[in-house]
């Protein structure tokens, strides 16, 4: 069974750019949650998605969305990056009903 | 609001030394509660969960007991393998009707031989 896919595995990008990030759940896993892993920070949640909706979101600034497929796979948006968005951006995902995440191994963002 | 504090790292270990992370949680309602564990270069995978109180959950010879009375989940090994190196999160539900976790800042455990 082919796990929780991350890409891009790195990304460098310029302040003020924008960034996507991209995620392919585990099979039959409808929920999707992103987390931010930024350096001493441990992991702060980011947003929720089931069924193609917004479920939940952390305490980020709108400049952070995103969106989820029919397929369930989502996509991560940043808009005008800083310098403090550099993090290793983590995807998982479940059944609906479950608190069984399952991660991928994340996408390093760099911000220069 | 749901918080999660783990103890600070690094922690460093000899081999078959008895290893404790301590976690402390605020949150309101009944969460569940997990420890994740992150490999160098790998995603986070869970390693045991609990989802009331007194509850035990056990893997891998890890061991953590939910307790209510001190809002605690510490993590336990009696004998600890270089293998065991990584970093170790606590987690929590979110309240009723969300799926999302809180997870502590982590803490890397180095075993050496």
């Known amino acids: 069974e082919a796990g929780v896919t991350q890409s891009p595995t790195h990304l460098i990008k310029t302040r003020g750019q924008q960034a996507t990030l991209r995620c392919s759940p585990i099979s039959g896993h409808t929920s999707v949650y992103w987390y931010q892993q930024a350096l001493g920070l441990g992991l702060q949640f980011l947003l929720w998605y089931d069924e193609g909706e917004e479920r939940n979101r952390g305490n980020f600034p709108p400049r952070f969305s995103g969106r989820q497929f029919p397929n369930y796979s989502s996509e991560l948006n940043v808009n005008a990056l800083e310098l403090e968005d550099s993090a290793l951006y983590l995807c998982?995902?479940?059944?609906?009903?479950?608190?069984?995440?399952?991660f991928g191994s994340g996408t390093r963002l760099t911000v220069v | 609001g749901n918080s999660v504090t783990q103890m600070e790292g690094p922690v460093t270990l000899s081999e078959e030394a008895f290893l404790t992370i301590n976690c402390t949680y605020t949150?309101?309602?009944?969460?569940?509660l997990f420890w994740y564990v992150q490999y160098p270069g790998e995603g986070l995978q869970l390693l045991l969960k609990a989802t009331k109180a007194d509850d035990k959950g056990s893997n891998k010879g890890f061991e953590a007991t939910y307790r209510k009375e001190t809002t605690s989940f510490h993590l336990e090994k009696g004998s600890v393998q270089v293998s065991d190196s990584a970093v170790y999160f606590c987690?929590?539900?979110?309240?009723?009707?969300?799926?999302?976790?809180?997870f502590g800042t982590g803490t890397r455990l180095t075993v050496i031989p």
């Open positions: 987690a929590l539900s979110g309240s009723s009707g969300a799926n999302n976790l809180f």
């Open positions: 949150a309101t309602g009944y969460p569940s």
């Open positions: 998982a995902s479940s059944l609906r009903t479950s608190y069984g995440y399952t």
